[in-house]
């Protein structure tokens, strides 16, 4: 079972940095693509940054590029995500999510843009101005 635990959220003022962490547990880590979103109250859910230990690709969306990076540390199986230059839009719940890519990567599939079907609890970033 794809069991996945987001922490390191808390409340920072702008400008500031916090690491999220993504533990994983119950798949062969290297098959999995792992994404962090965030959804912020009245607003539709947001893909913030994905990598795939398969190919080594990694995603994120302009809003955040060369602010967040996205890290993963296959002896713990957990993936993270830094987060610099923090800015009060940035405050949402984040979720981590997990979905299998080796078959679509093996046909040429980007792996971050296969839907993520597993999901873990958020944990809340609330930037302060």
């Known amino acids: 079972e794809v069991q996945l635990q987001a922490s390191g959220g808390g409340l920072v003022q702008a400008g500031g940095s916090l690491r999220l962490s993504c533990a994983a547990s119950g798949f062969t880590f290297d098959d999995y693509a792992i994404g962090w979103f965030r959804q912020a109250p009245g607003k539709e859910r947001e893909g913030v940054s994905c990598?795939?230990?398969?190919?080594?690709?990694?995603y994120y969306a302009d809003s955040v590029k060369g602010r967040f990076t996205i890290s993963s540390d296959n002896a713990k199986n957990r993936v993270y995500l830094q987060m610099n230059s923090l800015k009060p839009e940035d405050t949402a719940a984040y979720y981590c999510a997990a979905v299998y890519v080796l078959l679509a990567v093996r046909v040429g599939v980007y792996p971050c843009s296969v839907p993520f079907g597993s999901w873990g609890q958020g944990t809340q970033v609330t930037v302060s101005s």
């Open positions: 990598i795939s230990r398969s190919d080594g690709s990694t």
